[in-house]
């Protein structure tokens, strides 16, 4: 049976992915934490979903082996992953936003890649904040260090960071981990590409799930200023684009990012043009 593994599944944008696919696909849930999973599961189950869940650390390179390798036991195929799970600014400090935001995103990627098969697809979460940095800040020569040596990657990405004032330490270390989930996406579509699969990343917004609303007073808000859609998205319509993109149908969608912001950069780009 067709298999959809969906980390951070347990709520906001990741369990209305899994309503969606969860119509012709037996779903995974991963998350932290049972409580959340079991909740999680039986409100699929309600819907009629097949939706077994399991704990994942996506910072730990063996946890999310077995979470895949459990999600294709019993002649399973893990056709999609939808890799949401990730932390705002204000859910912790900059070392582990990057570990988990970034360093979570390869190891889902090196756990997936050697299961991968024609049609399969893997769909990032990144964020506009991915967008927010000039160039010249992003420490882009240091990205490949995040297969090659996690622990020299996370220290500069954290040292760039912190070029900021402590209030902002936080803020610039989750738009680099985003920028970098944008990068690796695009570096990753030949890998999965020579197996016949597919990779894209999605860039939210400002949304109203737990994690955006965490974040409502610290900048979200302030985006809707310049947003050609005047409000904050539903997991609903984020959910749509996640599961689109995990689907059969855009067979040709690879190695790109998608921008799911209500014209926000958009605007961004207006305003800027509009001061010069």
Same mark, same amino acid.
């Given at each position: ?106 190891? $889902? ?13 893997? $769909? ?74 597919? $990779? ?25 200023? $310049? ?50």
């Amino acid at each position: 049976m067709n298999t959809a593994v969906i980390t951070g599944g347990a709520g906001g944008m990741g369990l209305a992915a899994a309503k969606l696919l969860g119509r012709d696909h037996r779903i995974v849930i991963a998350d932290l934490g049972q409580d959340r999973i079991d909740d999680a599961v039986k409100e699929l189950t309600g819907l009629g979903i097949t939706a077994p869940g399991v704990v994942c650390d996506v910072t730990n390179e063996q946890s999310v082996h077995d979470l895949l390798l459990a999600a294709a036991s019993e002649g399973n195929r893990v056709r999609a992953v939808i890799h949401t799970a990730g932390v705002s600014p204000h859910m912790g400090k900059p070392d582990l936003i990057v570990r988990i935001n970034a360093l979570g995103t390869v190891n $889902v990627a090196k756990a997936f890649l050697p299961l991968a098969q024609d049609g399969d697809a893997l $769909v990032n979460v990144a964020s506009i904040a991915g967008y927010a940095l000039p160039g010249i800040l992003i420490p882009s020569r240091a990205f490949p260090l995040a297969e090659s040596d996690p622990a020299k990657f996370v220290r500069a990405l954290v040292r760039r960071a912190g070029i900021v004032g402590r209030k902002r330490h936080a803020g610039f270390a989750y738009a680099l981990s985003k920028a970098f989930v944008i990068w690796y996406t695009e570096r990753l579509a030949a890998r999965f590409g020579a197996r016949g699969a597919r $990779v894209v990343s999605v860039s939210p917004g400002s949304f109203d799930t737990a994690m955006g609303r965490l974040e409502a007073d610290h900048g979200a808000s302030d985006l809707l200023k $310049v947003a050609a859609l005047k409000r904050f998205g539903t997991p609903e319509e984020i959910a749509a684009v996640l599961a689109f993109c995990a689907g059969e149908a855009p067979g040709y969608l690879t190695g790109t990012d998608i921008l799911v912001d209500g014209g926000t950069r958009a605007g961004q780009r207006r305003g800027r043009k509009s001061s010069t």
